[in-house]
């Protein structure tokens, strides 16, 4: 017998539950699982308050676009209808703006990236000769060290 974890079972009930609502049989023929214990998880996951139950990111979508006409009392009705918090509803309203902004938004400008390579190259130049001065240092370090104790050995003696 088949185990799958309860994150696979609330992704598959949760297209089963609104405002998804795909077919048992749609759904058993394309996840590979059986309708009745399809209709099992979907009775459970009824039986658990609204507010536990996954939402798809297609069904979270759908939700962000039928409530996006509606006035403040007519979307907290919907929300309470679903078992989602307003707060919830905006979140996915703005995630889903922002994946949808434009490519020339999020990609900075030809000049920008001009001047990035610019002070990425002036940056780089300056680490190399931080890390040459800082070699020569050590080198120096140690050469005193090594002299300080030719010569303090000698003293001792």
Not at 65 to 81: G, K, P, V
Not at 112 to 118: G, L, V
């Amino acid at each position: 017998m088949a185990r799958y974890g309860q994150e696979f079972k609330d992704t598959v009930v949760a297209r089963l539950l609104p405002p998804e609502s795909a077919s048992v049989q749609v759904v058993a023929h394309e996840v590979g699982v059986g309708e009745q214990t399809l209709q099992r998880w979907l009775s459970d996951a009824l039986s658990r308050p609204a507010r536990e139950r996954a939402w798809t990111a297609a069904a979270r979508l759908e939700a962000v676009i039928a409530t996006a006409a509606m006035d403040e009392a007519s979307r907290s009705a919907w929300c309470r209808q679903n078992g989602v918090y307003p707060q919830q509803l905006q979140q996915w309203r703005q995630s889903a703006v922002q994946a949808l902004a434009e490519p020339e938004e999020a990609r900075a400008s030809p000049q920008q990236t001009k001047q990035d390579r610019r002070r990425i190259r002036e940056l780089e130049r300056e680490v190399r000769r931080k890390d040459r001065a800082l070699a020569e240092t050590a080198a120096l370090l140690v050469l005193s060290k090594k002299v300080s104790a030719i010569f303090n050995k000698g003293e001792d003696e």
